[in-house]
């Protein structure tokens, strides 16, 4: 929560001061009040102009933090808190620097301002809630991204598990493949081996068959010879047997 002390201080000296720096800066006051942070920063800024005070850069920022612009409203509070010298004004820039740190989440910085701003002022209380929040806010992103690291190992794992049960699935199935394409590649050459060991049976059986037909050609001619012997032996006979015959007249 932004501090609002100083604006009732602020208010105070403007009316006091009565000048056009002071004029400025208390409308400002009142447009903060009003809750018209736009309107509160360009009086602010004119006050500025005419003469630079802390007061008015301190609400300038407080103007800038209520319009959300935090980056812009966090360089101001730092410069604040370097240049000032009162404990409690710098206790105060530091408390709001880490206000403005914490909304855009920078945490390790918001935390360092709020230890600032307690070391000039120990005993401020907000200071302290904030600082205690702020370390909270850490603890819990670290822890965060302590799961998202383990999350992250845990999906790196199941991926790899899940790579090498895909791996063995591949390397099974082209196992089984390869054995495939062997008992394929052994029927096709016995196949291959039939068909050229097929001619020579069919060869062999054609001579076998040819030299059963000349073996019977050649026992038919024997036979004939032995007729033809027979039939010679038996004419010689009849003819010798003529012959005896007319000598015995």
């Known amino acids: 929560m932004i501090r609002q002390l100083h604006l009732a201080v602020f208010l105070l000296l403007a009316i006091y001061a009565r000048s056009q720096e002071g004029n400025n800066a208390w409308k400002g006051n009142k447009a903060f009040e009003n809750r018209d942070f736009e309107k509160a920063e360009s009086l602010y800024l004119r006050s500025l102009q005419i003469q630079p005070s802390e007061s008015a850069s301190f609400n300038l920022a407080n103007s800038l933090y209520k319009q959300k612009r935090f980056d812009e409203s966090a360089k101001l509070y730092s410069s604040i808190a370097d ?36 070391r000039n002022n ?42 090498e049960k895909e791996d063995n699935k591949n390397q099974d199935k082209q196992d089984k493949q390869d054995k495939q394409d062997q008992q394929d590649q052994k029927e096709k050459e016995n196949q291959e081996q039939k068909k050229e060991d097929q001619p020579q049976e069919e060869q062999q059986q054609n ?16 036979k004939n010879e032995e007729e033809k012997t027979k039939k010679k032996v038996q004419i010689q006979k009849r003819n010798t047997n003529s012959k005896n015959i007319e000598n015995d007249w």
């Open 207 to 222: 001579q076998e068959q040819i030299s059963k037909q000349d073996a019977e050609r050649l026992l038919e001619n024997l």
């Open 122 to 163: 120990p005993n401020d209380e907000d200071t302290r809630y904030n600082l205690s929040y702020a370390m909270n806010l850490k603890k819990q992103q670290e822890e965060q991204q302590d799961q998202n690291k383990d999350q992250d190992k845990q999906n790196k794992d199941q991926n790899k598990d899940d790579q």
């Open 83 to 118: 240049k000032a010298i009162d404990k409690q004004e710098k206790s105060e820039a530091y408390h709001n620097l880490g206000n403005a740190l914490l909304k855009t989440q920078k945490i390790d910085e918001s935390i360092e301002a709020y230890k600032n701003a307690l």
